[in-house]
């Protein structure tokens, strides 16, 4: 461990006598945080899943490339918005375009995975995504 906190392994780990964590925790895990209202996505999210049951908007120039967020549909009886934030390109892996209008719909416990390959774009694919 340098005086950063990063770890580098050389050889075979073994990790049974323990666990691995960094700032967010156990690595093996992905942190969940729940969102009862309207949200807008910050840096903090990366490598979290977002529960939320009303709007989520992805905001352009916040997130690093290699950066990943989750968003689950939970909790609720409706289907939410994904909004677009002004300056992103959003684009819709299953369709292989950018997003018609920016804005997805993500269905009753639907589940999708954002990934930024730049702060000013950002991949998306799921489960009950439209």
């Known amino acids: 461990i340098n005086s950063l906190g990063d770890a580098t392994f050389i050889g075979a780990v073994n990790a049974s006598a323990g666990t691995v964590s960094d700032s967010k925790g156990d690595v093996r895990k992905i942190p969940r945080s729940g969102q009862g209202s ?75 995975t954002l990934y930024f390959p730049s702060s000013s774009q950002a991949y998306i694919s799921g489960a009950g995504l439209s």
């Open 38 to 112: 309207a949200y807008t996505l910050v840096a903090s999210d990366a490598g979290k899943a977002i529960g939320g049951t009303a709007t989520i908007t992805v905001p352009n120039g916040v997130f690093a490339a290699g950066d990943a967020v989750t968003i689950m549909n939970e909790n609720s009886s409706a289907d939410i918005t994904i909004a677009q934030g002004s300056g992103l390109t959003l684009w819709n892996a299953t369709a292989g375009s950018n997003a018609a209008g920016g804005d997805r719909t993500l269905g009753i416990r639907g589940i999708c």
